[in-house]
């Protein structure tokens, strides 16, 4: 079992439409969870943090974390098809002695117009 | 502010040539990472450094050494390249362990 699963998609949704990403992580231990958007071809930039259970809310993305069932999700509201990327999940958890992150393979979104 | 940068945007290498990848940052940050990118296995972290002085290994270590140069600066060098080593190669860093870590512009090395 992977430590960090995502779906690899495709994710296709219409322009305006909510997109839902998801993804489970395997270490109990794990401690804050972030979401970054990779476009072709450039280095991943960071989009959302989440520490705690419940909902986070920034602009159009909200996080959404559920530590009980180890699935943290985000959702991009009124999707735009400058959001057509791919969305990698991490999830810090100890290991020998740092904070190690782990990235999920990423779901790649493609908002039509 | 420039954040991370990478020197290097593309590299081709023959298999046995060694190589450095050189990585700076101006955040005045504590922790510098390494890490490579392969199609469908996300980011794997290959060696790290929490503070100036010291480095330890991450997940992918082997065929590798780094260099922490000084606070600034944080080197990635493949001594005896290999095919298995074509990826995208990605430099960060943060202001601590705990903390957002920010990712440079990458390097896509392909070796023959």
């Known amino acids: 079992q992977k430590e960090v699963e995502q779906n690899s998609g495709p994710l296709s949704v219409p322009e305006g439409a909510i997109a839902s990403l998801n993804c489970t992580y395997s270490d109990r231990g794990s401690q804050s969870f972030f979401w970054y958007r990779q476009y072709s071809g450039k280095s991943p930039e960071l989009i959302m943090s989440i520490y705690s259970n419940g909902d986070k809310e920034d602009g159009r993305f909200t996080a959404q974390l559920n530590k009980a069932s180890q699935y943290v999700s985000l959702l991009i509201r009124d999707s735009q098809p400058s959001d057509s990327a791919t969305y990698l999940c991490?999830?810090?958890?100890?290991?020998?002695?740092?904070?190690?992150?782990?990235f999920g393979a990423g779901t790649r979104l493609a908002v039509h117009p | 502010n420039a954040g991370v940068t990478q020197t290097q945007k593309f590299q081709v290498l023959k298999t046995g040539q060694s190589m450095t990848l050189q990585c700076a940052q101006d955040m005045n940050h504590n922790s510098m990472y390494w890490y490579r990118q392969d199609p469908g296995m996300g980011l794997r972290l290959i060696y790290y450094s929490a503070s100036e002085g010291t480095t330890d290994k991450g997940e992918v270590p082997n065929g590798y050494n780094v260099s922490r140069l000084n606070k600034r600066e944080f080197s990635l060098r493949l001594e005896s390249a290999a095919p298995s080593q074509t990826s995208v190669y990605f430099c960060a860093s943060s202001e601590g362990q705990t903390d957002t870590q920010y990712f440079g512009p990458g390097t896509r090395l392909t070796v023959l």
């Open positions: 991490a999830v810090k958890a100890p290991s020998g002695g740092y904070n190690k992150l782990i």
